[in-house]
């Protein structure tokens, strides 16, 4: 955990807290977290089974703050049942930002995990963190900020911006870092004030992990993740240059860099596949259920 964290045990809430934050009405409302989604100044961002998010402008400790607040709900008997066993998702976002945090992976501070049990079962739980001011997902980023700038500038700028996503995974990997949902919506893209780059944060760190050697089927992962979500805004060239980046010195391997990009495309394209089948399945039930 972070050292500056300190822990506090309230009603059945276990709360850990940045010390900087440690308000005492702060830390009252972190009993019941899910009352600050009532705050005058909230905004759901997101609410479905398994998570809710929120964004909040909340005084504390006499200063102004933007937070998002994520929610990770208790949403099947199973889950349940077993939660008595596990971390809660909450618990598990504040490690994986401990784990980025050490090997200096950019990500939002992160305020302080609450997790909410009854006899030990998990009934729910929240990841609070501030906000990254003026961020877009590398997608947004791409299309509204870069695909249509012109001439060499624009250009140029679109490579400045894939060496740095690039670098990102050759930093993660390098370090024997592993996230398991690594698409572009959650790696987040801020503009730097002094220069033409950009900043990469990564967000939902709950399937953060760290091992003493990543698998090279974690890494491929990885990089198909980000190849069937952002993949579909890329040229040809553009993917080649990623990769470039990506493996360093490791490129002038023919056989190996042919070897990765074959295997990329072909493990998206299956998945693809499968997704699109589930779709239509999901269709006809649709249909039927309406015939």
Do not use: C
Not at 12 to 31: G, H, S
Not at 178 to 189: E, G
Not at 261 to 288: H, P
């Amino acid at each position: 955990m972070f050292p500056n964290f300190i822990l506090y045990k309230l009603e059945n809430a276990v709360i850990w807290i940045d010390r900087r934050f440690a308000d005492k009405q702060f830390i009252e409302r972190l009993a019941d977290a899910d009352k600050l989604f009532a705050e005058p100044r909230s905004e759901v961002i997101k609410d479905q089974r398994k998570i809710k998010v929120g964004r909040i402008n909340l005084q504390v400790a006499g200063a102004s703050h933007s937070l998002y607040v994520k929610r990770y709900n208790a949403f099947s008997l199973r889950y349940k049942i077993i939660s008595p066993l596990m971390r809660s998702g909450a618990f598990r976002a504040l490690a994986g930002a401990a784990i980025l945090n050490a090997v200096k992976i950019p990500i939002a501070t992160p305020i302080a995990a609450v997790e909410n049990r009854q006899r030990g079962a998990l009934t729910k739980s929240f990841f609070i963190s501030e906000e990254i001011a003026g961020g877009k997902t590398v997608d947004a980023y791409w299309r509204d900020e870069l695909k249509s700038l012109p001439g060499k500038e624009g250009f140029r700028s679109r490579r400045r911006f894939l060496a740095e996503l690039a670098s990102l995974f050759t930093a993660l990997h390098g370090q024997q870092v592993y996230h398991n949902d690594l698409k572009d919506a959650n790696i987040l893209a801020v503009a730097e004030d002094s220069s033409k780059s950009v900043q990469l944060f990564l967000l939902d760190l709950e399937g953060v992990r760290r091992s003493t050697i990543l698998s090279p089927a974690r890494r491929m992962k990885n990089l198909v993740q980000l190849n069937r979500t952002f993949g579909g805004y890329l040229r040809r060239v553009e993917k080649l240059f990623f990769v470039k980046t990506y493996l360093g010195v490791n490129f002038a391997e023919r056989q190996g860099k042919r070897d990765l990009i074959e295997s990329v495309l072909s493990e998206s394209k299956r998945l693809d596949a499968v997704k699109a089948r589930q779709m239509r399945s999901f269709r006809l039930g649709i249909n039927a259920s309406h015939g």
